[in-house]
């Protein structure tokens, strides 16, 4: 947020709640907020105002275009070939991901993910053990 230049109290109310990040576990979002998101170059772009979650979470990801952003752009991924391609004024823009940075953000993830799990079994270990104990 901060990188972005945006302070948590411009943040708007949100009645999102993520489920499935850590199995087991919800996640609500601090706020959310409108960024205009661009597509393209200085002459063949497009453009559009997209409302994002803001959410309090370790993750590689810095922002995740949904469903609802993806149709706001027309977009069509594909995901095996790490492109790209939506519509503008002056034809088709593609889009292309990098395999490199794809892989590592997707092991980065794994591993992330793998911890919270972890740490959330211990939690429930811990409190069984607790619980009988008594």
Do not use: N
Request: hydrophobic share 40%.
């Amino acid at each position: 947020m901060e990188k972005l230049g945006i302070k948590q109290k411009q943040l708007q109310p949100s009645r999102t709640v993520f489920h499935g990040i850590v199995p087991g576990l919800s996640h609500s979002p601090l706020g959310k907020t409108k960024i205009d998101v661009l597509f393209g170059d200085k002459d063949h772009f497009h453009r559009e105002p997209v409302w994002f979650e803001v959410v309090d979470l370790e993750s590689p990801y810095h922002a995740l275009l949904g469903q609802p952003a993806l149709a706001k752009f027309m977009d069509v991924p594909h995901y095996a070939y790490l492109k790209t391609k939506m519509p503008s004024t002056k034809g088709i823009i593609t889009i292309s991901g990098d395999y490199k940075k794809s892989s590592a953000c997707a092991s980065a993830s794994s591993r992330l993910a793998e911890s919270l799990v972890i740490a959330a079994e211990k939690r429930l270990l811990d409190r069984f053990v607790a619980m009988a104990g008594k």
